[in-house]
Antibody, heavy 117, light 110 residues
Framework: QVQLVQSGAEVKKPGASVKVSCKAS????????MHWVRQAPGQRLEWMGW????????KYSQKFQGRVTITRDTSASTAYMELNSLRSEDTAVYYC??????????WGQGTLVTVSS | QSALTQPASVSGSPGQSITISCTGT?????????VSWYQQHPGKAPKLMIY???KRPYGVSNRFSGSKSGNTASLTVSGLQAEDEADYYC??????????FGGGTKLTVL
């Protein structure tokens, strides 16, 4: 079955960077687009961007353009989301999520990133 | 891209039906039949409940249904059960291959 297993919680200082991984299993990794979505404490889901895991093409939300980079390692069936210049408002749970049926269908368990001095 | 507009909260008694609205614009909800709905229980990842406006993934109860009119999509939950109490989010495709979520609605089963 489809599984998306994300890396563990992170604590970062303001101005630092964080890189979250998402290891996929149960399907052919390069067949489906992978999205990243975040959720600040008590707040709504917020779409960040996606990567075509087959050719590496990406698309980012304007809000995060220039600060986020989504990559993938096809040999490891793993997608990554790196966010730079962290600030306290970036404290959130970050999810990877795979597309199927033309929408975001399968979700990872989430990774809590805490930004604090 | 602004978030889609959802009511902050809705409530209903067991057995009743409720409807959650999701209002966007002609650039997102109004232009594409790519509206999805997600259920999220506290501390858990979202779960897909409806896709392409009105389709249910395998395993999702037929008590959940979706529709769309103009720039507004709706999720209806019929025969409310205690386990339906959760946050619900709509999501729509937007032009230029981007996506947007709604603000979320807390469903309380009284």
């Amino acid at each position: 079955q489809v599984q998306l297993v994300q890396s563990g919680a992170e604590v970062k200082k303001p101005g630092a960077s964080v890189k979250v991984s998402c290891k996929a299993s149960g399907y052919t990794f390069t067949t489906y687009v992978m999205h990243w979505v975040r959720q600040a404490p008590g707040q709504r889901l917020e779409w960040m961007g996606w990567i075509n895991t087959g050719n590496g093409n990406t698309k980012y939300s304007q809000k995060f353009q220039g600060r986020v980079t989504i990559t993938r390692d096809t040999s490891a069936s793993t997608a990554y989301m790196e966010l730079n210049s962290l600030r306290s408002e970036d404290t959130a749970v970050y999810y990877c999520a795979r597309v199927e049926m033309s929408t975001i269908s399968y979700w990872g368990q989430g990774t809590l990133v805490t930004v604090s001095s | 891209q602004s978030a889609l507009t959802q009511p902050a909260s809705v409530s209903g008694s067991p057995g009743q039906s409720i409807t959650i609205s999701c209002t966007g614009t002609s650039s997102d909800v109004g232009s594409y039949n790519l509206v999805s709905w997600y259920q999220q229980h506290p501390g858990k990842a979202p779960k897909l409940m409806i896709y392409e406006v009105s389709k249910r993934p395998y395993g999702v109860s037929n008590r959940f249904s979706g529709s769309k009119s103009g720039n507004t999509a709706s999720l209806t939950v019929s025969g409310l059960q205690a386990e339906d109490e959760a946050d619900y989010y709509c999501c729509s495709y937007v032009s230029s291959s981007t996506w947007v979520f709604g603000g979320g609605t807390k469903l309380t089963v009284l």
